[in-house]
């Protein structure tokens, strides 16, 4: 099986690592020339030419960074690929822009997965990613060996945009997670609490979730490098309101984490860990950072 994968930044790039794993022939494009040549020191195929690697392949995969790059590969795809080929891109985008693209790609023939991923980069190497996948059944009955390639768990949610909303909500729900430890963090240290005796009682307690303990060893020690920044969670955060607005919902704390993390980015933390949202929090009860 021929497949041209499009996107390899830090979530692409695993994912088309562990699909040249499974014996198909991989090549990679990417608008970044430095991730191609980050592409190239892993052992992928850079294609001197997308179109005709599209041309050419049975498959198209995409990881993208927001609407428009969506959109722009979707004329692409439909332009180049021949009919008949799945395409199946895992970009976290708008519900709008997502039908759009599959539209686009319909039309021309071409079958269109939406298959959205929950996990960060790290997750993306080991292959622990959560699948999550909606478009015609067929098709996805046929790519399904490829997507559990990226991890344990696969979730089939319908025939159109469940998967991008399962995103948006699993996302609200990680934001108003960090959001939720600011205040209670921020409250216990202005208390008096040891900042690491917080973390150790947290993680064994009845809210020790599994985002909880995936932070709690990097925050314990107030490390903010990034696994997903800041910046990134505006993105997402926006995308999340506005189909809250799409479907008439209020939103208002999710609302609230989103000015949050403004203050962060205010403050110098637009590319730090979204976790950053603790330390606004804590500027505004007074605190250091």
């Given at each position: 099986m021929r497949l041209h994968f499009i996107g390899v930044g830090k979530m692409g790039l695993p994912m088309a690592l562990h699909l040249r794993a499974s014996s198909a022939d991989v090549s990679v494009s990417d608008f970044?020339?430095?991730?191609?040549?980050?592409?190239?020191?892993?052992?992928?195929?850079?294609?001197?030419?997308a179109a005709q690697a599209l041309r050419q392949a049975d498959g198209v995969f995409s990881s993208l960074p927001h609407d428009a790059a969506l959109l722009k590969v979707a004329e692409q795809v439909a332009t180049h690929a021949k009919p008949g080929t799945f395409w199946v891109d895992t970009s976290t985008v708008s519900l709008t822009a997502?039908?759009?693209a599959a539209q686009i790609g319909e039309a021309a023939g071409i079958e269109c997965v939406r298959t959205t991923v929950s996990?960060?980069?790290?997750?993306?190497?080991?292959?622990?990613?959560?699948?999550?996948?909606?478009?015609?059944?067929?098709?996805?009955?046929?790519?399904?060996?490829?997507?559990?390639?990226?991890?344990?768990?696969?979730?089939?949610?319908?025939?159109a945009e469940q998967a991008r909303l399962m995103k948006l909500v699993i996302n609200l729900m990680i934001a108003?997670?960090?959001?939720?430890?600011?205040?209670?963090?921020?409250?216990?240290?202005?208390?008096?609490?040891?900042?690491?005796?917080?973390?150790?009682?947290?993680?064994?307690?009845?809210?020790?979730?599994?985002?909880v303990k995936a932070k709690a060893a990097q925050l314990s020690e107030r490390d903010f490098s990034a696994t997903f920044t800041v910046n990134q969670m505006v993105k997402d955060l926006d995308l999340i309101l506005g189909a809250g607005s799409d479907h008439q919902v209020?939103?208002?704390?999710?609302?609230?984490?989103r000015q949050l993390m403004d203050a962060a980015r205010a403050h110098g933390d637009a590319d730090a860990d979204y976790a950053?949202?603790?330390?606004?929090?804590?500027?505004?009860a007074g605190l250091s950072t």
């Open positions: 970044d020339v430095a991730r191609c040549s980050l592409a190239t020191e892993q052992g992928l195929t850079v294609a001197p030419d997502s039908a759009q996990g960060n980069n790290k997750m993306a190497e080991a292959a622990q990613l959560t699948v999550l996948a909606s478009g015609p059944r067929t098709t996805y009955d046929r790519v399904l060996p490829l997507l559990q390639r990226w991890g344990p768990n696969q979730f089939y949610l319908g025939e108003q997670t960090s959001a939720m430890l600011g205040e209670a963090l921020t409250l216990g240290r202005k208390g008096g609490l040891d900042w690491h005796d917080m973390w150790r009682v947290m993680g064994a307690s009845a809210v020790a979730s599994p985002i209020p939103l208002p704390q999710t609302a609230l984490t950053a949202i603790i330390k606004a929090v804590e500027r505004s």
